[in-house]
């Protein structure tokens, strides 16, 4: 059992909120909570150890993720194996268009390839929208993010692992000139404060 740690006030509260997806984004990955508690608690011990300089940035939230995913992400590069979710199946499940003769026809490596080429941002709300099931507004709270910009990178990413694998465009015509309207108004505008603006909010 890992060793308690000694937290203050504010970043107690900090874990009680976020620990649950914390544990449940590292389980997806290392396949079982063993190896995500042990994972979380390392990224704990690193979240305490600059936790007064975190605390005077205003992106908090994005740094302490940023934390968990890298520990993770080392752990899994030591066991040398792709995440649990990828053998599970979960996202391929995700991809599968709605149109009852549309099947995805590729192999669990080509997706973790696929996977492994997204920017952080997409890999993970992949993982927490289609893995875990999260909504947009709960990851957008969870991750530090506009909820707008949670959206425009689960689109990003489905269009790229569709392209990646060869799949069939499960979009209709008019959704995806919608979709271009969209990023056009939103995207580029709100993605762009998000990234430059040290993680305030509108």
Known sequence: METPLDLPLEAEAFYLTHQEMYHAYAQAQLGDRRSAEEAVHLAFVEIIDHWDELLREQNLGRRAWAI?????????ERQRRPAAFILNGAVQQALRATRDQFRVMHSSMGLYA???ELPPRQFDVIVLRYVLGYSTRRIAWFMDLHERTVDHHVRRAKEHLRVCL?????????????DARQDARQDARQVSQDEDNGGQRG
Request: charged share 30%.
């Open 114 to 116: 696929a996977m492994a």
């Open 166 to 178: 060869g799949l069939p465009d499960g979009l209709s015509k008019q959704d995806a000139e919608q």
């Open 68 to 76: 968990v995913r890298r520990t993770v992400s080392e752990q899994l």
